[in-house]
Every structure is written in C-alpha cells, then in structure tokens.
C-alpha cells in the first residue's frame, strides 16, 4: 500500500469520477486507476462501484475517514521533512571524548552559537566506544572520538581526520618516575596503572601497547573523568597513559608530573591516538548537521595550517 494510492482513493471518493480525480492529482485517468485498482487488489475487495458516476462500497466507506486520517499524518511527516532539510532543526547533539569537551569544542560551541542562534546544542561528554553507538542508534548527529576503524568503517559512516595526539604519563610529583623527561614501557610496567573504563579507546590503546611488548599490565583502578585521574594520582605511586589534551591542566599543577614516553629508534610506532569527526551520509543532508560538520572540519584545518607554519 502507498501513500499514492490513498490519495487517488481520496479524490475518487470526493469526486465521483476517475477522470476528475486525475485532474486533481495531476496525473493520468490510467493512472488513477491503476493505483485504485492495486490497493484494491492489496485489501482484495472492491471499494468502488463503476458506474456513471464512482460511488463507494461498504468497504470503500469504512476506510474512508482511515484513509484521511492516514493522508492528513503524512502531510505532517512531510511537512516536519521539509523544514528539517530547509534548515529549521531547533536541537543539535553531539557526543565528544571528555579531553574534547573540555578543551577542543568550547571555542567552536560559542562560533556556532552565535551563527545558529536558533539551534540549542546538546553536547555529552562519552567514552569513544560509547558515542559511535548513540550515534549509530540515532540518539546524536555527530561524534568526535578516538578512530576505531572497527566501528567506523562502515558505508554510511562520514569520517573525517582532525589530529594525531601524543600520549604521555601523568605522576604525582614525588613518584619515583617524576624527575625524568622520558620513560619506556618497560619502566612503566614496574608500576601499578589508573586507567579508563571499559568502552573508552584510552583503555584499548594501553592495553594494546602492553601486549604488543609482551609486557604485563597492572591495573589497580577504572576511573572515566580526568578530576578523578589527577586526584587519584597525586595521592601516591600510581601512574596513568592520557592523551596530550587531557593533561592540559596537569602540566601546571605543582602537584603533578608529565612524562614522555621514549618508544626507541627502533619503533615504527608513535604512541599516540587519532581523533576523528564522524557523522552519517543521511545527517550531513540537513543543513544544520552540515553547518558545524564542517565548522569542526575548517577550524581544525585552519589551526593545523598555522601549527604547520609555527613549525617551519
């Protein structure tokens, strides 16, 4: 059954003529009648009687005000369509990695708010993991995460590249660890390790980099916000593996020590994570999920060119 059908039905019925209820629908009288005849065939009884004048059958009657009722919701579906694609959207969710919330998003929140005046955002702060599967599920337009190509490489998935981070060690200051500029991994797996939860890329990419040296991880806690990583670690010898941009506030804290991590000349390897921007195809069609898609996209280029050029 399509909508077509019901309308023909419709202006059949309000007619009483095929060949007027063409006109009215600016179609062909053949047309009209094969779309008469195929919902009949599709509630396999006749709703019409041919004569001179279409008059309706006892089942013609009892769908009729079914039949407005279905065509005047989708009128509204339609409607609501329209104005989603012309750009009226009045909500915008996105999902982002703690660090990026904190740190990444606030400048470009404040651009689009002043440019979308119109739209109130509403942005969660979620663990990789668990923002590509609201966003799968449809419960946000947009994430940026930590790139898991497992649960990215998808068809309908939209990823765009926006940096490469590198991972360092937070301890507290009177760690034994504290004093140097770099460690390896082998110094680190002598100590007990904070990390994220469950569902969090953090927690894969540690993991991964200690099995890949044959090294064994000793996890003493799971935290998921990073005041719970700096507080756990000044207390003692714990240490934890965080992305650059989590320890922003670290680094100036008297209390707490930033470390590289020395992975050897010999490494093919640089640890560090990659943060993308995702999206679906059927998001980027409407104008206010493409707006700051590419505000994201073109901030980060821009910052990237001027990082570039401080560098040469």
Known sequence: MRIEQIRAFLAVSETGSFGQAAKLCGVTQSTISRQIQGLEDHLKTPLFHRQAQAKLTITGERILPHARRICQEWEKVEERIQELLGGEQTELCVAAIHSVCA?????????????????????TALGSDRALKVLRDG?????LVMNNKYLTSSSEMVVKHLYHEPI????SNNHPLAQQKSVTINDLAQYSQVIFKDGYGMQRIVQEIFASQGLDL?????????DAFRGVIRQGNLIALLPELALHESINDPSLAVISIDLGLDSLRTLT???VLITTKDRLQIPTVRDFFNLIYDVNKLVDRETRKLGD
């Open 273 to 275: 994570r990659e943060v």
């Open 103 to 123: 740190y990444y998003l606030p400048p470009i929140l404040q651009s689009f708010c002043q440019s979308h005046p119109q739209v109130q955002l509403r942005v």
């Open 168 to 171: 360092k060690v937070l301890t």
């Open 218 to 226: 000793d996890v003493a806690m799971e935290l998921n916000t990073l």
């Open 139 to 143: 419960l946000v337009d947009i994430a």
